[in-house]
């Protein structure tokens, strides 16, 4: 463990557009607390999430199960935990993410695998901090293990502390700057292939699902070929809702769901309640001729709400 201030910010991603459409899911299957890179507790989270309405909640902090415990515990029969997690690959130059669902959190292969990756997220760190320093910020792995609360430091962690040393004005502007796709704090190269995570979900008896296709920016012959190649090591799902989307992006991706013979997802990738997140449940409507992934597991012998 890196750190354990409770300092928090918020991060800040674009405002969905007005003419979007949106509903309450009482699914969300893809949220993060302050284990990973949310600004809420798992408790915090499940309190909010059952005001919103959400019935089936999936926590999926990256690349650790330390909040589903608690989470549990909090929810005490009134909101049905998913166990989850939001594993970081690469594939092709790209870091891909891919989520698990409803694991058992008893599998050793999982439990190890969580070590390897946050060990893999402290010596990134080391190195994003190297990278910093170089183009003349200080203190910058102290600054993100100040706001890293949980096991698992990331980019967010560094760009609160840039915010907060005013070598940027806005999360985003660090994340433009210093840490986005091809900056300097870019460090990739050490994450899994999309074939390992998936291997590390069915060891673990969960479904493993490509998360939020939309947002890798890819041509649309690129994006089929990473759902081919998703399919190929054989991942089950594809969030084809990750918020609030237009419309036309569900439709394309649901498409490609069942181009791919691939079970729909759907989930708000909440982190916080500010700054553009969607908040728990907040969704795009899944289209009705979906095949959603929770009827794997409730057809199975998952707890029932
Ligand atoms: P990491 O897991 O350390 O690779 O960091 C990836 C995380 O950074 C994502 O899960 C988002 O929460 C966050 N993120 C990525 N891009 C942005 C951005 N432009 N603004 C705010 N947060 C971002
Ligand atoms: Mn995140
Ligand atoms: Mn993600
Ligand atoms: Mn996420």
């Not at 979007?20 to 299957?29: E, I, K, P």
């Not at 590390?200 to 759902?227: C, D, F, M, N």
């Not at 081919?228 to 490609?256: H, M, R």
């Not at 069942?258 to 908040?279: P, R």
Request: with cysteine; proline share 4%.
């Amino acid at each position: 463990m890196l750190s354990t201030n409770k300092i928090r910010t918020q991060t800040s991603l674009k405002k969905p557009s007005a003419t979007t459409m949106m509903s309450f899911m009482c699914y969300d299957l893809h949220t993060h607390t302050t284990c990973s890179d949310g600004s809420l507790s798992p408790s915090q989270l499940v309190e909010l999430s059952v005001t919103q309405g959400v019935k089936h909640l999936a926590v999926t902090d990256h690349d650790t199960v330390a909040g589903i415990v608690e989470a549990e515990q909090c929810a005490s029969g009134r909101i049905n935990i998913i166990p989850g997690i939001e594993f970081s690959t690469l594939w092709k130059g790209i870091n891909v993410h891919v989520i698990g669902l409803n694991l058992n959190l008893g599998s050793k292969v999982l439990q190890q695998a969580v070590q390897q990756q946050n060990a893999i997220r402290e010596q990134r760190a080391l190195i994003i901090d190297q990278r910093l320093q170089k183009l003349g910020i200080e203190g910058a792995l102290m600054g993100a293990q100040k706001f890293s609360t949980g096991d698992s430091i990331g980019r967010p962690h560094f760009a609160r502390y840039l915010v907060e040393a005013n070598y940027v004005k806005n999360i985003n502007q660090a994340f433009d700057k210093y840490l986005g796709a091809g900056k300097a704090g870019d460090v990739k190269h050490q994450w899994p292939s999309i074939d390992t995570a998936v291997e590390w979900i069915h060891s673990a008896r969960g479904l493993a699902v490509l998360a939020h296709p939309q947002r890798y920016k890819l041509t649309q012959t690129k994006l089929k070929s990473l759902i081919q190649y998703f399919v190929e090591a054989k991942g089950i799902g594809i969030e084809v809702v990750s918020g609030i989307q237009e419309p036309y992006v569900t439709k394309q991706l649901n498409d490609y769901a069942h181009q791919f013979n691939l079970l729909a997802s759907c989930g708000s990738d909440f982190h916080s309640t500010e700054n553009g997140w969607q908040l728990p449940g907040k969704l795009s409507s899944l289209p009705s001729a979906s095949r959603p992934i929770w009827e794997r597991w409730e057809q199975s012998n998952t707890p029932t709400m």
